[in-house]
């Protein structure tokens, strides 16, 4: 009965104003943050699809070339990346990790019997790690004492331009990717003296990197063997970006002379911007919520300073601070608790009208369990503040043992 008649005497001054402002004031601020994280979950996800516009960003990079005519009358040595220039850029906040083109040493050319028509070309052959490749063919090895075809990765343009350019101008079928699989091939090696024909198969089809690729056992095996230059300093770098579309880069590239392959460094730059269009709206979101927590103090404050005199007189009735302040932490637990629940509502709606679009363009919705965890992290945190918050200012009004009233 005596917590009644105290519940009763606090709840008559408390202004319902100022608390309603500080609820709506944080619901706001806690829902553009939630919904912004959510959104940002969702659009990034794609980045686990290759073929995506926002997929895992990578950056082709090699040097200039600035000769002059003077260079067609004799061979010219290649002009790479040193380990200083490799050194420096992995030392760039954007670089995630580098690797490294291998370029073959040697003469090669390969054969295929297309239709009846055999077609003889020259050929060039790079090795970069596996895992920078976007596809992972099970059979990407090399034994060199083994019979096994030499396993080969080539650009899907390559296909394209032979289907619709070559192919359509000579009167040859065109092929699939999966019927091209299936087209032995024969290589050969020549250099260093010495000559030999390797059989080897396509074994998949790269969206990401314009190269016809080997594996790296096979590289290092055929440079010993049929190499005339011994080692040579990569040609060609791929680079993992951790901030895709960063201005940065593109200043980085034109002082050293670097050039991006296509036009790779220019779409990230939609990558970069959604980074930053998150940022600023999450630190909007933040501020707001910051601002309601204030409101939330300051009406605390006001509250408690209107009702010293009955918050002294309930000490004297033996009533402790934290007695007291137990109603005013009840009350604002049940404020953000509707809080949260308001704020988790508004991103799960958001989430609902954007998923569809994004199904569209192929991009699938992340899970919101992590948003709405970040959201009860938040909560806790605003929460815990305003206890302290009612706690100090509450001590301040009751006098201390051995204080005079």
Not at 35 to 64: H, M, N, W
């Amino acid at each position: 009965m005596i917590k009644n008649i105290v519940w009763q005497l606090l709840r008559r001054n408390i202004s319902v104003g100022q608390l309603a402002g500080y609820a709506v004031a944080n619901l706001v601020g806690l829902a553009i943050v939630l919904t912004a994280v959510q959104f940002y979950r969702d659009v990034t996800s794609a980045r686990d699809s290759e073929d995506s516009f926002i997929s895992r960003d990578y950056l082709i990079i090699s040097k200039k070339v600035n000769s002059g005519l003077g260079s067609l009358f004799g061979r010219q040595e290649a002009d790479g990346f040193s380990e200083s220039d490799i050194s420096e850029l992995e030392q760039q906040s954007w670089v995630r990790r580098i690797g490294r083109f291998t370029a073959g040493d040697f003469n090669v050319s390969v054969s295929v019997d297309i239709g009846g028509s055999n077609i003889g070309t020259a050929l060039f052959l790079e090795s970069i790690p596996s895992d920078f490749f976007d596809i992972s063919p099970r059979e990407w090895c090399f034994v060199p004492e083994s019979q096994d075809p030499v396993p080969v990765i080539i650009s899907k343009d390559y296909l394209t331009l032979y289907n619709f350019g070559f192919a359509a101008s000579r009167g040859l079928p065109q092929i699939s990717e999966d019927m091209m699989k299936m087209i032995p091939l024969r290589l050969s090696l020549s250099g260093n003296g010495g000559q030999q024909w390797l059989n080897a198969r396509i074994v998949g089809f790269s969206s990401r990197l314009n190269t016809i690729a080997v594996p790296e056992q096979f590289m290092d095996w055929a440079n010993k063997k049929f190499g005339e230059n011994g080692s040579l300093n990569p040609s060609r770098l791929i680079i993992e970006t951790s901030e895709p579309g960063n201005p940065e880069i593109q200043s980085f590239f034109a002082a050293h002379g670097y050039e991006p392959a296509g036009d790779k460094a220019n779409s990230n730059k939609m990558t970069y911007f959604l980074n930053v269009t998150t940022a600023v709206v999450i630190t909007v979101g933040v501020i707001i919520s910051l601002l309601a927590v204030f409101i939330l103090l300051l009406s605390i404050w006001l509250l408690l300073q209107k009702n010293r005199t009955k918050l002294i007189r309930l000490m004297t009735l033996g009533y402790s601070s934290r007695a007291v302040a137990r109603y005013y932490i009840i009350i604002v637990s049940v404020i953000n608790i509707c809080v949260l629940s308001g704020a988790i509502a508004v991103m799960l709606v958001g989430r609902h009208m954007w998923s569809t679009p994004l199904q569209q363009i192929g991009i699938t919705a992340g899970s919101s369990y992590v948003t709405i965890l970040l959201g009860i992290c938040l909560m806790i945190i605003i929460t815990g503040c305003n206890f302290i918050a009612i706690y100090l200012n509450i001590n301040r009004i009751f006098p201390r043992p051995g204080k005079k009233i």
